[in-house]
């Protein structure tokens, strides 16, 4: 049975601070390299994909693209979330009226929220990939609690319109699956990636088994 490795220089090839908070929440704290890939010219290439494969496209296109521009060992991490509603793929609103327009469809309604990974041992050329997914019941919302929500600006930029673990947590009624997906990474997934590539997620902890845990 090979020995899983000592920590490799990890890099998130993602803008999100959703998803760099839930690592740091979970003991690790990586690098940020912003893929900038044109997310809207590869869905437009692919009218035919599902949510799923869309989601799981867009995270191997930005882990690639950040991986081809390293030249040590490191560890690069791709993620791209889709939210899904009858059969439909909903990424970032961007406008106002298109958040507005999703909301009342989505409201008193389950969807759900599919997030690819894609990781990338830049040593050895290996990848690992899945697309987690989790099933999210939306709550109602007023007129004025989505004016108040858009004008946070915090819905135009995230899959679905919506968050979980910040201002629009108190619209989610509840998830069938990992929590942390609908932030945007999932951990379990990640973990199990990286198991793959031979990295103990342990082993990535940016602190000490002394430290004290977080006041709850």
């Not at 990286?194 to 004290?212: C, H």
Request: proline content about 6%; some cysteine; charged content about 20%.
């Amino acid at each position: 049975m090979d020995t899983p490795r000592s920590a490799p220089r990890l890099i998130l090839a993602s803008r999100s601070p959703a998803r760099l908070a839930t690592l740091r929440a979970a003991g690790i704290e990586p690098d940020v390299i912003v893929s900038d890939v044109d997310e809207e010219v590869i869905q437009a290439s692919l009218p035919n994909a599902t949510p799923m494969e869309l989601a799981q496209v867009l995270a191997q296109a930005k882990a690639e693209k950040v991986a081809g521009t390293i030249t040590e060992p490191a560890i690069v991490i791709g993620c791209d979330s889709v939210f899904e509603l009858d059969g439909l793929a909903y990424g970032k609103p961007e406008t106002a009226q298109i958040a507005k327009e999703r909301w009342q469809q989505m409201m008193g309604r389950a969807g759900t929220l599919h997030t690819g990974h894609h990781v990338i041992d830049t040593s050895t050329h290996h990848a690992a990939s899945a697309t987690a997914s989790t099933i999210v019941h939306m709550g109602t919302m007023s007129e004025r609690e989505m004016d108040d929500y858009l004008a946070t600006g915090e819905p135009l930029q995230v899959a679905g319109g919506f968050t979980l673990d910040a201002l629009g947590g108190a619209f989610v009624e509840g998830v069938e699956g990992d929590p942390s997906n609908v932030v945007g990474i999932s951990l379990p997934t990640l973990r199990s990636l990286l198991g793959e590539l031979g990295v103990r997620w342990t082993s990535l902890w940016n602190m000490t088994l002394t430290d004290p845990p977080s006041p709850r």
